[in-house]
């Protein structure tokens, strides 16, 4: 119906008032602005709500190509500062609970496992975000208790290493060699898994502290407490 309007009534149309024609535009932008959706961005996630709004201004201020483009630097920008400070936490197991590793800051029945540590890291590791999982890796081994011999990462939502990353996580082995803590991986990645074989992590790690899941930890450092002379 458009086409058929601008090739058989150029001629009609031309002779509209502009005011006419500004009325027209403002009731299909009127369409266009839905309050709905912005009530449900409101309670739903106060950035993207931000985000819509900092788009509306841009098309109202610079345009909309430039509007569109200031909304989209703006919300890669939030994104890559939330993906170079991934989540993480340190995990407990319940005594009687049966098996399962918990977040110790949001189970509260949760407890440390005796002489480890398990780190769980939620999100890839990048050269972009490396730094920032190596400071708080040291942060928390400097707090562990003497007793503590393992180090343990729980790579469970590290879908994607780098060689950067790859290269300060050897460093960061090292590191924690030398507070007198054995570094271990579990839940590895294929991606992640293959990337750190070529780069010998892997094997300097060794394959007794490679665990398929966080619960063989449990098993593992209940062996060697065993096996510890008294």
């Known amino acids: 119906m458009l086409l058929l309007a601008l090739i058989a ?3 009609v149309i031309k002779h509209l008032p502009i005011a ?4 027209i535009i403002a009731s299909a932008a009127i369409d266009l602005f839905d309050v709905k959706g912005l009530r449900w961005l409101w309670r739903t996630s106060g950035p993207d709500f931000v985000f819509a709004l ?3 201004a841009g ?3 610079f345009g909309v190509l430039k509007g569109v483009l200031i909304t989209i630097v703006a919300a890669g ?3 890559l500062f939330r993906v170079s400070r991934p989540s993480d936490a340190l995990l407990g197991f319940i005594p009687g609970g049966g098996s399962g590793l918990y977040k110790l800051h949001r ?3 949760a407890r440390p496992i005796p002489g480890v540590a398990v780190y769980l890291v939620q999100g890839s590791l990048l050269f972009f975000n490396i730094d920032y999982v190596r400071d708080r890796i040291g942060w928390i081994a400097s707090r562990l208790p003497q ?3 393992w180090f343990i990462m729980d790579a469970e939502a590290v879908t994607t290493i780098d060689s950067t990353a790859a290269a300060v996580l050897a460093e960061m082995i090292e590191e924690l060699e030398a507070r007198n803590l054995r570094f271990g991986i579990a839940n590895l990645h294929a991606q992640p898994r293959e990337l750190l074989d070529r780069s010998g992590i892997l094997r300097s790690i060794g394959p007794d502290m490679i665990f398929a899941r966080t619960d063989d930890v449990l098993g593992a450092s ?3 407490n065993r096996a510890e002379p008294r």
């Not at 006419?20 to 009325?23: E, N, P, R, T």
């Open 9 to 11: 009534l150029t001629g």
């Open 20 to 23: 006419v024609l500004g009325a």
């Open 54 to 56: 900092v788009a509306m």
């Open 59 to 61: 098309v109202v201020a």
């Open 77 to 79: 920008i939030y994104l």
């Open 107 to 109: 189970e509260p029945r």
């Open 147 to 149: 007793s503590t011999r």
């Open 222 to 224: 209940a062996e060697e």
